[in-house]
């Protein structure tokens, strides 16, 4: 067995080894007396948003687990991972997405040795896929669950409409719609409605809702009932026009879709031709590509090429990317 592949193999069985140790290793007791400290202080508070903060508190922290833990400590801005894993609507956690990089950086990495790469370059590409693939994964579902949401929330609000002109109070019908609407419309919320059961008050849990979701159809619609609720007025017809509103809003984006997918296919096929002629080029003749890696006038010119082609692809996002 050649020398250079069996180091490979492994460093990558040590990673994971060490990994594994880390994800199974208890957490610090520095940070479990901290934690014990700060829950003693909420629980002899007198305040009901400190008990109710407390609660959640307690609910987090009995789901999160050894690997958990762990991936916080590696992981760069966990509390913005673990926020954006909730907005997926999955039961992802930040323990699997470490567990997901760590597994593509050594799977990538021990295939381009293998392959004849250089050690530090296939570490490289390994952590520049294990990083981006999970990123890219979890902004597609996050994507798509917002685009469900968007779709059917003027539906919503709409029933929101017909349950307060029948008479019944505003945290009546938002219990009506978690139960009658599906999808993420419909998983919000009923989050909204337990999160009022347990004490939380009705404009907190819908700013909350606000804050995870971070769409500004949701946020028009919490400072809608905000304001209803300090200056009074007509709830159901404020609500009805803000479903239009958000219904012509939709279809406008819909519009400036359809005008700029040309413009983005345009964009698609001309950004991915190098990279695939670079691929096709490296399968009929290896060693000829190769040198793009050693030659450092070709790495220079490779360099120059990415910058400017990036530049290019910024400046065209920017060109179709339009603000309703």
Known sequence: MPL????????????????MTFAFAGPSPERASARRMTSLRARHSESANAAVEAQMRRITANRATRMDLAAMRFLPRPALLKKRLAMTGKTWTVGQYGLATLGIIVVVMLLLVLKGLPILLSLLVGIVLGAGIPHMTVGFFIK??????????????ELLVRGLRSGLPISETIQVVGQEVDGPVG????????????????????????DRLNTPEFQFFVITIAIQ???????????ANLANVLRMRGQMKLK????????????YIIGSLPFIVFGMIWMINGS???????????????????IWM??????????INFEI
């Open 4 to 19: 250079m592949p069996f180091i490979a193999l492994v460093a990558g069985a040590l990673t994971i080894m060490v990994m």
């Open 144 to 157: 798509r669950r917002i685009a469900k949401f968007n779709a059917k929330f003027p539906d919503a609000i």
């Open 187 to 210: 998983v919000e919320f009923r989050s909204i409605t337990d999160k009022m059961k347990i004490g939380r008050t009705m404009d907190a849990a819908l700013q909350e809702t606000a």
């Open 229 to 239: 609720r300090e200056t009074g007025g007509n709830l159901a017809e404020t609500l």
């Open 256 to 267: 400036i879709k359809a005008m700029s997918s040309e413009s983005k296919a345009s964009a």
């Open 288 to 306: 000829y590509m190769q040198t793009f890696f050693i030659d450092q006038r070709l790495m220079v010119a490779g360099g120059g090429g990415l």
């Open 310 to 319: 990036a530049i290019g692809g910024f400046i065209m996002a920017k060109m």
